[in-house]
């Protein structure tokens, strides 16, 4: 079988990014036809979401609602984040179907997670976070304004969660899906495929900063977690029990830290920041402004 990628990967990005969004891709969403707000005719886009079955080995392991760009990268990070697939685990191969809508990840070790799948994931019980890893914040504004301003589904056709990892101010990978979790396992899976060190990175996401946000980041072994939006207690508790830097509510000039502050350099001189754009607005929380 061959796995099949968007276009984004295939050919090389003008900028620094190594994969991102491709909101012209034709499969991810489709124009359907509406009126406004005062009765006018109007077309849209929506974002499409399929269902895609993830096995390993011989086992079925659970059917996502995904985008379905990244099968492959979905399905491996899904497993690593469920500690079904293990970090010194050897892949023997990832076989996607996409008219069957199947991934099937093949390891070298036996796998049978049986009685795990019947039990509810636990989300409790974080990993002590890294030592590592520095923001400054000269990086943190010039890397939301970069997030910001790069095309996406998100400002094409909305309905979707966006997440980002970078190297100080340089995105590297921009995942987007219908839900933010599987936009954080592509980025897992893309990390694990291509032996990509955790340590000096850094976390974006457009989602809340709750408990499972914070117990994946930590997982993946990445020091800093940013968000645009805002926390809930338990992902701020979760997040100091970690020694990770939690960083939320960062739009334009604002942002705030409730966690692992020791970590952020206060390097740029606030004058020369931008405030954020009325188009980019819309993605924050009404609640947290």
């Given amino acids: 079988m061959t796995i099949t990628y968007i276009s984004a990967e295939m050919t090389t990005p003008k900028d620094d990014y190594l994969i991102r969004p491709d909101p012209l891709d034709p499969r991810l969403t489709e124009r359907v036809s509406g009126i406004d707000q005062t009765g006018q005719a109007i077309e849209t886009r929506v974002t499409v979401e399929r269902a895609l079955t993830i096995f390993l080995n011989s086992q ?6 995904t985008i379905n760009d990244y099968p492959e990268y979905l399905a491996l990070g899904y497993l690593l984040n ?18 069957l809508a199947v991934v099937v990840v093949r390891t070298k070790r036996r796998t049978n997670y049986e009685k795990k799948l019947k039990k509810k994931v636990q989300t409790s019980g974080c990993a ?16 939301t ?48 495929r291509h032996g990509v060190a955790a340590h000096d990175k850094i976390f974006y996401t457009t989602g809340r900063l709750t408990s499972e946000m914070v117990i ?35 739009r334009g000039k604002r942002f705030v830290a409730l966690a692992g502050e020791e970590r952020i350099v206060f390097d740029q001189d606030l004058k ?18």
């Fill in 60 to 65: 079925e392991i659970v059917t996502a609602m």
């Fill in 216 to 250: 994946k980041t930590v997982r993946m072994g990445i020091p800093i977690l940013v968000s645009r939006s805002g926390f809930t207690a338990w992902g701020v508790e979760l997040a100091r029990k970690a020694n990770l830097t939690l960083v939320g509510r960062a």
């Fill in 272 to 289: 020369f920041v931008e405030e954020e754009s009325a188009r980019h607005r819309r993605k924050a929380a009404v609640h947290d402004d």
């Fill in 145 to 192: 304004h970069k997030i910001n301003t790069t095309p996406s589904l998100y400002l094409e056709a909305g309905a979707i969660h966006g997440c980002v990892l970078a190297h100080e101010d340089r995105p590297l990978v921009y995942m987007e899906d219908v839900g933010r979790h599987n936009a954080v396992d592509k980025i897992a899976g893309w990390m694990f």
């Fill in 128 to 143: 002590q976070g890294t030592v590592f890893g520095e923001l400054r914040t000269s990086w943190l504004y010039g890397l």
């Fill in 82 to 99: 469920q500690h079904m697939l293990l970090p010194d685990d050897v892949v023997t191969g990832v076989d996607y179907d996409e008219e």
